[in-house]
Every structure is written in structure tokens, then in C-alpha cells.
């Protein structure tokens, strides 16, 4: 039977959603978060392997990034490789990365695509009220992807964006740090949701169980997003904003899928 593989990264449930829906289409298709081990070596034997990941600043996060050089893919040369970002709109430069980390290793990306989800973050804007009908779009765009690695699809990414790029270099920089202007309200209730759903255990519960963040946050936003009193703040912007995650994907799964157990 043949065996396949989807990695993924995920602070809103989009990300977790697209590889989900790959899984289930795919015969035996073991999900693996990329925001776990850091040396993962893959055995040898596998059909297909994915990497489903956000687009951060028109790039990737760079827990995705750091996961790939670390990964093991020796033995898995005649392999089917694919990429997906799950974007607001503007993947940029996303997937031409993979492209090239994927090529320092002598392999080569078969296929990669954008899907244009909801846009989650609440730093810059709010959270729109179109939740329904995006995610209704994005399932049926997702169904076409499938269809496409099922297939088998080959296709060509664009060359690289030179300005995306410049702004994805520079803004990326600063991911890690950017928890220091987040705070927490006396809202909070101590529930440690915040704690479950960062992805690279980033965020940490003091005596009084309140969140503090440890700088080296991947700016995927979960922890405001899932924070169910919304007790979790970027500077005084984002109080007023609502809030996202991907319906259906709960901070109990999220978590869960995220620790890979
Ligand atoms: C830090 C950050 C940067 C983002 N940058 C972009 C971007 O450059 N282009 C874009 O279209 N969407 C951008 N988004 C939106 C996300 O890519 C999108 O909502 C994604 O589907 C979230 O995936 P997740 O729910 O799996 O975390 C950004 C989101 C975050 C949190």
C-alpha cells in the first residue's frame, strides 16, 4: 500500500484544515505538524509528501523554514513533493521558497499552489464578517487541489518577487520580538488556552496562571485569536477587532494536532 505524508504548520486551523482534507483523500496519509521535532528523519518508501503551511509577509513562517532544512529526505528521492500556503490573498514569494530549500537537498517541487482563505491577521486589520462564505469558497478550491496532487499535476512556479521579498525579509526580522507589545487584561481566566494552541510553545503561565511570551513567536496569532475573553492584545489595536479561527477546528484539536500525539 502506498504511503504518504503531509507536514504542516498552523496558528488559525486554516493550514490544519487544507492538510486534513488532503489526508482523508489520500490512502494512508499520516499528518505531521512542523512545528514539533526539530530533526525529523523521514523512512524511506513514501509516494507523496506535502508541506501545507500560512503565508507570513508574502513568505513562510520561519518554523516551517528551519523544519524543512532539518528534515531528512534522503530516502525519499523519486517521491511526489507538493506545497500549499493558505493565504489572504498575496502568497508573494511562499512557495518559490519551498522551491529552493527543497533544491539545496537535490529535490524538486512537483507542484505548489496558493489557496486564498480567511484572513486572520488581527494585528493589521480586523477580522472580516464574511467567514461563511469564505470558508464555503475555500473548500471548494481545496477539492480542486486534491484532485490536482491526487493526479499528480506538475506545474511552474513564478520566479521570484524581488520587492515581496525585500518586504518579507525585513518584516520577518521582527516576528520573534513582537510578542513584547502584547499584553493581557484582567479578563483572563487562567484557562491556558493560550499556552495549548502556541505552536512553538512560545507563551508560558506565570503563579497566577497569566500568559507571558518568551520572544520567539512566529506571530501566527493563535494565542489572540483562540483566547476565549479575548484577553490577549497587540498594543491597544486590536481590543475592538473580532476575532478568527477556522470553523470547526477547535484549540483542543489545534493543540492536540500540534503536540503530534
Ligand atoms: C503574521 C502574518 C502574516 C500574514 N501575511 C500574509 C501575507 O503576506 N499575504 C496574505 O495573503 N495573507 C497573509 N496572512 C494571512 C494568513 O496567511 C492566512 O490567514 C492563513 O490562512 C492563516 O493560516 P492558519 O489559520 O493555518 O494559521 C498573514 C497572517 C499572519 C498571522
Not at 496562571?209 to 497587540?234: D, L, M
Amino acid at each position: 500500500m502506498s504511503k504518504n505524508v503531509v507536514f504542516y504548520f498552523s496558528g488559525t486551523g486554516n493550514s490544519l484544515n487544507v492538510a486534513k482534507g488532503i489526508a482523508k483523500e489520500m490512502q494512508n496519509c499520516e499528518i505531521i505538524s512542523m512545528s514539533g521535532s526539530k530533526n525529523y528523519d523521514l523512512q524511506a518508501g513514501y509516494e507523496t509528501i506535502g508541506f501545507v503551511y500560512p503565508t507570513y509577509y508574502r513568505g513562510e513562517p520561519q518554523k516551517v523554514r528551519e523544519f524543512i532544512l532539518n528534515l531528512n529526505l534522503k530516502n525519499n528521492r523519486d517521491t511526489y513533493y507538493y506545497a500549499v500556503t493558505t493565504c489572504g490573498k498575496y502568497d508573494g514569494n511562499a512557495l518559490m521558497h519551498i522551491n529552493h530549500l527543497l533544491k539545496r537537498k537535490n529535490i524538486h517541487l512537483d507542484y505548489g499552489k496558493k489557496i486564498v482563505m480567511f484572513s486572520n491577521y488581527v494585528v493589521a486589520y480586523d477580522m472580516r464578517e464574511t467567514v461563511k462564505e469564505e470558508t464555503k469558497q475555500s473548500q471548494k478550491d481545496l477539492m480542486q487541489i486534491i484532485q490536482s496532487i491526487k493526479n499528480r499535476e506538475i506545474n511552474k512556479l513564478s520566479i521570484t518577487e524581488p520587492l515581496q521579498e525585500i518586504a518579507y525579509r525585513v518584516l520577518i526580522r521582527f516576528a520573534h520580538n513582537m510578542d513584547k507589545y502584547y499584553n493581557v487584561s484582567d479578563d483572563c481566566i487562567g484557562c491556558g488556552i493560550c499556552k495549548e494552541v502556541c505552536p512553538v510553545g512560545n507563551v508560558d503561565l506565570d503563579d497566577n496562571n497569566k500568559p507571558y511570551f518568551r520572544h520567539h513567536c512566529e506571530q501566527c496569532v493563535a494565542c489572540i485569536q483562540y483566547c476565549p475573553k479575548k484577553a490577549i492584545n497587540y498594543k491597544n489595536k486590536t481590543q475592538s477587532r473580532r476575532r478568527y479561527t477556522y470553523p470547526g477546528i477547535k484549540s483542543a484539536e489545534l493543540a492536540k494536532m500540534n503536540r503530534n500525539d
